[in-house]
T-cell receptor
């Protein structure tokens, strides 16, 4: 059973517009969430994270929103640039859970973002 | 970014071969991880090492054997693999297990023939 889901396999956006990538999770023990970006032939690169005690975290063009009641998070990129074209992975962790969950990241399947010039 | 390096980048091996994947991190981190990414599947955690001690084996078959000789190096020894083991193998590190931000290497693309 997949605990972290990215239901949109792909997203296409015009340069300069907003990109919104979505992620849903089922495990209520998750208390820390991350977004990674992956280019072909490279490993995932950490982008931005959010703790469950917050509902928003912003870093430059990237903002992550967390809706705990809906078990939903989203990544907003504005303005989108062609260099943002990559696969975006959502990941979740139960930092405070302890036991075998400690330090473990659970990833979604990824969303391919294409930003057209 | 060369914080986490992996060699080789590509590997083709037969089912009877023995090979090893190497990972090195230059970030001073204390935790290291092996992940597997198969086609159209999420990244799957395989092993976790914290301060050179294996703290998790995520139900991985014994044909995969990890080794962590020190906090900077991590190996994945492979023997008698199956074609379905063909995948991208990613190494990652984090400051410690309590920090969720993990930093990944570029991966080794493994093909088992």
């Amino acid at each position: 059973d997949q605990q972290v889901k990215q239901n949109s396999p792909s997203l296409s956006v015009q340069e300069g517009r907003i990109s919104i990538l979505n992620c849903d999770y089922t495990n209520s023990m998750f208390d820390y969430f991350l977004w990674y970006k992956k280019y072909p032939a490279e490993g995932p690169t950490f982008l931005i994270s959010i703790s469950s005690i917050k509902d928003k975290n912003e870093d430059g063009r990237f903002t992550v929103f967390l809706n705990k009641s809906a078990k939903h998070l989203s990544l907003h990129i504005v303005p989108s640039q062609p260099g943002d074209s990559a696969v975006y992975f959502c990941a979740a962790s139960a930092i405070n859970a302890g036991g075998t969950s400690y330090g473990k990241l659970t990833f979604g399947q990824g969303t391919i973002l294409t930003v057209h010039p | 970014e060369t914080g986490v390096t992996q060699t080789p980048r590509h590997l083709v091996m037969g089912m009877t071969n023995k090979k090893s994947l190497k990972c090195e991190q230059h970030l001073g981190h204390n935790a290291m991880y092996w992940y597997k990414q198969s086609a159209k599947k999420p990244l799957e955690l395989m092993f976790v090492y914290s301060l050179e001690e294996r703290v998790e084996n995520n139900s991985v078959p014994s044909r995969f054997s990890p080794e962590c000789p020190n906090s900077s190096h991590l190996f994945l020894h492979l023997h008698t693999l199956q074609p379905e083991d063909s995948a991208l193998y990613l190494c990652a590190s984090s400051h410690d297990r309590g920090r969720a931000e993990q930093y990944f290497g570029p991966g080794t693309r493994l093909t088992v023939t």
